[in-house]
């Protein structure tokens, strides 16, 4: 299914490096989010955004910022991240009302050295 | 009571066998509801919404209890192929922002 990409779908840096992880969708939807996912824990809301304005920000630390130029892409820019944020990146994507489901792209696996 | 709320497992099955996941919520204006599978290291992928009683695809079946604001997944016939976390998903509306909160998983190991 190529409804969501993300790229790259692994990247390792180091804690002083600057990266961007990107996902594009391309079912029409209005809606985009970043989860973060650990190793066995669950996921993590991060940023949301609808219709490209950022209605929720979960308490990310400032060294994630999210940017979307437009409604089908979404972008995660990195910096100085901490070994912690070692974890599985998820974009997903989804057609407003709430009551939509979200379709999720196949995630940016990420090591912190 | 937890937003979502599903027992972590893991359940472990025979071929062949039935197995049933509940999952309760807190917020009793939600509305639609979502199960998810999730394979180890993949993303989440949707595999039945809820929007009324109850919903069935083949093998499996979602049901919706409102009144004591759980829903269950059943699983029949179980296949090695169905060994995957479960994913239970409720609608939060919370004013300026609505999402989704996804419970943390039951984990289901259906053995040969």
């Known amino acids: 299914e190529t409804g969501v990409t993300q790229t790259p779908r692994h990247l390792v840096m180091g804690m002083t490096n600057k990266k961007s992880l990107k996902c594009e969708q391309h079912?029409?939807?209005?809606?985009m989010y970043w989860y973060k996912q650990s190793a066995k824990k669950p996921l993590e809301l991060m940023f949301v955004?609808?219709?490209?304005?950022?209605?929720e920000n979960n308490s990310v630390p400032s060294r994630f910022s999210p940017e979307c130029p437009n409604s089908s892409h979404l972008f995660l820019h990195l910096h100085t991240l901490q070994p912690e944020d070692s974890a599985l990146y998820l974009c997903?994507?989804?057609?407003?009302?709430?009551?939509?489901?979200?379709?999720f792209g196949d995630g940016t696996r990420l090591s912190i050295l | 009571r937890k937003e979502v709320e599903q027992d972590p497992g893991p359940f472990n099955v025979p071929e062949g066998a039935t197995v049933a996941f509940n999952c309760t919520y807190s917020n009793s204006a939600s509305q639609s509801f979502f199960w998810y599978r999730q394979d180890c290291r993949k993303e989440p992928k949707l595999l039945m919404s809820v929007y009324s009683s109850g919903n069935e695809d083949g093998r499996f079946t979602a049901q919706l209890n409102r009144a004591s604001q759980y829903i269950s997944l059943l699983i029949r016939d179980s296949k090695l192929s169905d060994s995957a976390t479960y994913l239970c998903v409720v609608p939060f509306y919370g004013g300026a922002t609505n999402k989704l909160i996804f419970g943390t998983g039951t984990l289901l190991a259906v053995q040969p």
């Open positions: 079912l029409g939807h209005n809606a």
């Open positions: 997903a994507s989804s057609q407003e009302p709430v009551n939509q489901p979200q379709h």
């Open positions: 955004y609808n219709f490209k304005e950022q209605t």
